[in-house]
C-alpha cells in the first residue's frame, strides 16, 4: 500500500501513543527512514514550491507535528536545542551537514548559552536521526534540500533561548 501523511502519521501516533519515551521516538524514526524511500511520498509532502517550515500535521492528542522543509540554497543555523521537546530530522533531498554540540552553559533571558562542537556528520537522502531533548545541534545546507521533520511539540509555540558555537 502507497504511504500517505494520513497512513504516516497514523503510524507515528500508534508508535508514540504505544511507547510514549525513547523507544517510541526510535520507531517514529525507522518509520520517517522508511517513508523517505517512496517517491511518491516525498513528493506529495514535498512538492514544488514548498516553504522553508510547513506544518503537515499535528497529533490533536499527542502534539506532535510533521513537517515539510525546502531550502532553495545554501543556510545555516546556530546551536539550538528544541526545549522540553525531541525533533527527528529526515533528509529526502541534498545533503545537510549537522553539528553536535556540548552544552557549556545554559542560556538565560539575558545571555546566551555557550556550545563547544564536538562532531560533524552529513544526513543523506533517506537518513533520519533523532534529537532527544536537550541536545545542542546545528544543520548546515550548502545547496538545495528538502527535509521531512517530526518535532514531539509544534515549535512554533515553545520560546527557545539562544546558543552562540565557542571554542573549547
Known amino acids: 500500500m502507497a504511504m500517505t501523511l494520513e497512513r504516516f502519521a497514523a503510524q507515528c501516533r500508534e508508535a508514540l501513543a504505544t511507547h510514549p519515551g525513547t523507544e517510541g521516538r526510535v520507531a517514529v524514526t525507522e518509520l520517517v527512514q522508511q517513508a523517505l524511500k ?36 545554501a543556510k545555516n543555523s546556530t546551536p539550538h536545542d528544541h526545549g522540553p521537546s525531541w525533533a527527528i530530522y529526515g533528509q529526502a533531498e541534498g545533503q545537510t551537514v549537522m553539528t553536535d554540540y556540548e552544552c ?7 545571555t ?6 564536538v ?27 528538502r527535509l521531512l521533520r517530526i518535532e514531539g511539540l509544534n515549535m512554533d509555540r515553545v520560546k527557545r533561548l539562544p546558543y552562540v ?4
Not at 48 to 72: C, M, N, S, W
Open 38 to 73: 517512496d517517491p511518491a511520498f516525498v513528493a506529495e509532502i514535498l512538492p514544488e514550491g514548498t516553504p522553508e517550515r510547513k506544518v503537515l500535521y499535528e497529533d490533536p492528542d499527542l502534539g506532535f507535528a510533521i513537517l515539510a522543509h525546502a531550502y532553495q540554497g
Open 104 to 110: 557549556l552553559a545554559r542560556p538565560t533571558e539575558t
Open 119 to 145: 562532531r560533524d556528520y552529513a544526513l543523506q537522502p533517506g537518513d533520519a536521526y533523532l534529537y532527544e531533548p536537550g541536545e545542542l545541534h546545528s544543520p548546515r545546507r550548502d545547496g538545495p534540500t
Open 165 to 168: 558555537a565557542v571554542a573549547a
Open 112 to 117: 546566551p548559552g555557550k556550545a563547544k562542537p
